[in-house]
């Protein structure tokens, strides 16, 4: 039998994107090699940053008020609470690229904001030591996304909708030349008139490295914060953005919401420790957790206590950190979706929107030219 359209890969991007395709009455088959919502990629750990004051380009804002309007819509159409607003907080110095970048973006589309200085900060957020010259952007809709659930909640529907979903099945091989597909799994062959790649950090071979894509190895630990977790419950306290001391990778956290004994989930945005998933060191080391309390504790003295969990998951980095999404430069029946460099999970609603109308239609009203494929395919 043969399918519209073939998605490669069921995780943040791929699952999203099989629902919209099923719900617009397309015939889908969907292919993984692990189960669903696992570990072993890129959307696992419990927790996501969703904010709208986008300091890396206010590009992506217009697509993330979207993606807030499609999680909505997937919470009520599963019956889960997946999108939890907690607020959100960056802190930097006042005159620093993540306080002033993420004002800009702010008031550039009308995103409520307010910005509290010096002492102010600890009043409002007794946990918080700000230094000397800083400020911190509050950001009234920030929050965080449930991302297994959310990945559990979009294959639940698309599997009621129609799809056909394959889990523990590998995709071997592909073929695009000529009229539509052909797919070759560790069980059998499928054909379609359209395959969509959304392999996260498995691009490189699913694409037979066309893109200068560099998949490098992150850490996110659980502190037990030498407080307790009550100044940290989900009810006054934010998602948070801190700037490390020389302006560069910034810290981030969650608030207290794996219960008393859970810890707060911190990481450092961006390690960058070059790995594939077949080689990444899953193992997590004593060095990896001293370098997030470290950073962590210098404006919140109380992350300075145990570590009480720890795992390793992958960024699929761009060259220019921007998305990949676009039609694949060589094949017209192959979608590609890659590159999400770190901080794609907020944007998987829209982007399976995105990606349903390209495998449909070959375009899309959204604004994606700053994601485009052609930007620095190695295969022209
Ligand atoms: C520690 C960490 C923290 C992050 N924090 C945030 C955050 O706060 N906010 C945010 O917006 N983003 C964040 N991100 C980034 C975000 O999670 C990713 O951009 C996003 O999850 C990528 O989704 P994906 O669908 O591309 O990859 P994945 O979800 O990994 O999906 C790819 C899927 O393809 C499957 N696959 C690959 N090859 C094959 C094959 N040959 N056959 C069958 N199946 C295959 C894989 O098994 C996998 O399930 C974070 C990432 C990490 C690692």
């Given at each position: 039998?043969?399918?519209?359209?073939?998605?490669?890969?069921?995780?943040?991007?791929?699952?999203?994107?099989?629902l919209?395709?099923?719900?617009?009455?397309?015939?889908?088959?969907g292919?993984?090699?692990?189960?669903?919502?696992?570990?072993?990629?890129?959307?696992h750990?419990?927790?996501?940053?969703?904010?709208?004051?986008?300091?890396?380009?206010?590009?992506?804002?217009?697509?993330?008020?979207?993606?807030?309007?499609?999680?909505?819509?997937l919470?009520?159409?599963?019956?889960?609470?997946?999108?939890?607003?907690?607020?959100?907080?960056?802190?930097?110095?006042?005159?620093?690229?993540?306080?002033?970048?993420?004002?800009?973006?702010?008031?550039?589309?009308?995103?409520?904001?307010?910005?509290?200085?010096?002492?102010?900060?600890?009043?409002?957020?007794p946990?918080?030591?700000?230094?000397?010259?800083?400020a911190?952007?509050?950001?009234?809709?920030?929050?965080?996304?449930?991302?297994?659930?959310?990945?559990?909640?979009?294959?639940?529907?698309?599997?009621?909708?129609?799809?056909?979903?394959?889990?523990?099945?590998?995709?071997?091989?592909?073929n695009?030349?000529?009229?539509?597909?052909?797919?070759?799994?560790?069980?059998?062959?499928?054909?379609?008139?359209?395959?969509?790649?959304?392999?996260?950090?498995?691009?490189?071979?699913?694409?037979?490295?066309?893109f200068?894509?560099?998949?490098?190895?992150?850490?996110?630990?659980?502190i037990?914060?030498?407080?307790?977790?009550?100044?940290?419950?989900?009810?006054?306290?934010?998602?948070?953005?801190?700037?490390?001391?020389?302006?560069?990778?910034?810290?981030?956290?969650?608030?207290?919401?794996?219960?008393?004994a859970?810890?707060?989930?911190?990481?450092?945005?961006?390690?960058?420790?070059?790995?594939?998933?077949?080689?990444?060191?899953?193992?997590?080391?004593?060095?990896?957790?001293?370098?997030?309390?470290?950073?962590?504790r210098?404006?919140?003295?109380?992350?300075?206590?145990?570590?009480?969990?720890?795992k390793?998951?992958?960024?699929?980095?761009?060259?220019?950190?921007?998305f990949?999404?676009?039609?694949?430069?060589?094949?017209?029946?192959?979608?590609?979706?890659?590159?999400?460099?770190?901080?794609?999970?907020?944007?998987?609603?829209?982007?399976?929107?995105?990606l349903?109308?390209?495998?449909?239609?070959?375009?899309?009203?959204?604004?994606?030219?700053?994601?485009?494929?052609?930007?620095?395919?190695c295969?022209q």
């Amino acid at each position: 039998m043969s399918r519209d359209v073939i998605v490669l890969g069921l995780g943040a991007m791929g699952s999203a994107a099989a629902l919209h395709l099923a719900e617009r009455g397309k015939r889908v088959l969907g292919i993984e090699q692990f189960s669903a919502a696992h570990d072993q990629g890129s959307s696992h750990g419990g927790s996501r940053m969703i904010r709208q004051a986008y300091f890396e380009s206010p590009h992506y804002i217009p697509l993330v008020l979207r993606a807030y309007e499609l999680w909505r819509k997937l919470e009520r159409d599963s019956g889960k609470r997946l999108l939890h607003i907690t607020g959100g907080l960056n802190i930097g110095s006042r005159d620093g690229e993540l306080v002033r970048r993420t004002i800009a973006a702010a008031e550039q589309h009308a995103i409520p904001f307010e910005v509290v200085e010096g002492s102010a900060i600890s009043r409002r957020f007794p946990v918080v030591a700000p230094l000397t010259g800083d400020a911190a952007v509050h950001e009234t809709n920030a929050g965080y996304l449930l991302p297994e659930e959310c990945i559990r909640a979009h294959l639940a529907l698309a599997s009621h909708a129609g799809a056909e979903l394959l889990f523990e099945e590998t995709v071997l091989s592909w073929n695009a030349e000529g009229d539509g597909v052909e797919v070759r799994t560790s069980k059998g062959t499928y054909s379609a008139e359209h395959l969509l790649i959304t392999a996260g950090p498995w691009a490189n071979q699913a694409l037979h490295e066309i893109f200068p894509l560099r998949v490098t190895r992150q850490v996110m630990a659980w502190i037990q914060p030498t407080t307790g977790v009550r100044p940290f419950l989900p009810e006054s306290f934010p998602v948070f953005l801190c700037e490390d001391l020389d302006g560069g990778f910034p810290g981030y956290g969650f608030p207290a919401i794996d219960g008393p004994a859970g810890g707060i989930k911190a990481a450092i945005h961006g390690s960058d420790w070059q790995c594939s998933p077949e080689s990444v060191d899953r193992e997590v080391h004593q060095a990896d957790v001293r370098r997030i309390v470290e950073q962590l504790r210098v404006r919140m003295p109380a992350l300075d206590g145990e570590v009480v969990r720890a795992k390793t998951c992958m960024y699929t980095m761009s060259p220019d950190e921007h998305f990949v999404i676009g039609l694949h430069p060589r094949f017209s029946s192959c979608t590609v979706a890659c590159g999400f460099s770190g901080h794609g999970f907020k944007f998987a609603s829209v982007v399976g929107e995105i990606l349903a109308d390209l495998a449909t239609k070959g375009s899309t009203s959204h604004p994606i030219s700053l994601f485009s494929p052609q930007r620095f395919s190695c295969d022209q």
